[in-house]
């Protein structure tokens, strides 16, 4: 769409012109970034399927899925999600970035007070898709809560969360679940901004190392701006996941959206950060 709208743009007879001031991924790669899923596995399925599809229908490409971590906590299946992003992986390349919400979970095994944040912040709802009773846990101490956990929730499971990456870097893109600190070089960021920052992040507005995609603060659309691009969503609270598609220097979005119980997927364009639905 994006390479359309120049050519009926560019003047008679003119020669393209690539545009290098634009972000790129390396040649012949397409990537398919998805935000935010927080245990809403119906929307996660939909889109893998949407996304396999688009693949199939575009040109050849050596193609990656980048999940940007928060996969589980908030939605209702959380160890659907989690089952199902290792199934995927392991029939494709799916990397898979760590969420805040990931490190909640796996600290709550061993930490009473992360347990307590944990469980406040989502967490009742990932135990509960691992099939602890809600009237166990109604009358559990907090002690009892971890040792149903310990029961319930599959080493490989865990194992699989701990193999989650801080950041990928593919081209002029770098990829993280929240942000990064302004102004530090990317070797020297340190993890907990990488997967908990919001602020100064969010109002910085001089270009970073890379263009920054991330996830982590909701929004009920993606939101572009010069040096980031925001696609949490919102899946658990507006019913909305997005895929951002990079290839070249174009940029496009696949969403899953719930509309009256009813999941249907939209594509929607990029211009110059104007997202332009179809």
Known sequence: MLQTLRQIFRAPGSAPAPDHSLPRVPEGQRVYCIGDIH????????????IEQDDLDCPDADSTVILMGDLVDRGPDSAGVIATARQWQARRRVRILAGNHEEMFLRAFDDVEMLRHFLRHGGRSTIFS?????????????????????????QHDR????????WIELGDYLFVHAGVAPDVPLAEQKRNDLIWIREPFLRHE?????????????????QEKPNRIGIDTGAYRFGRLT???????????????????????EHAASLDGKTNRE
């Open 39 to 50: 245990g809403r596995l119906d929307l996660f399925e939909e889109l893998a399927v949407a």
């Open 130 to 154: 691992y099939g602890i009773e809600r009237d166990a846990y109604n009358t559990a101490s907090l002690a009892q809560v971890q040792d149903m956990m310990e029961q319930a929730v599959p």
């Open 159 to 166: 194992d699989f969360m701990r193999s989650f990456e801080d």
């Open 206 to 222: 001089q270009p970073h190392s890379h263009m920054v995609v991330h996830g982590h603060t909701i929004m009920e659309d993606v």
């Open 243 to 265: 895929a951002l598609v990079l290839e070249g220097d174009s940029r496009r979005f696949i969403q899953a959206v719930e509309r009256d119980g009813a999941i249907t997927i």
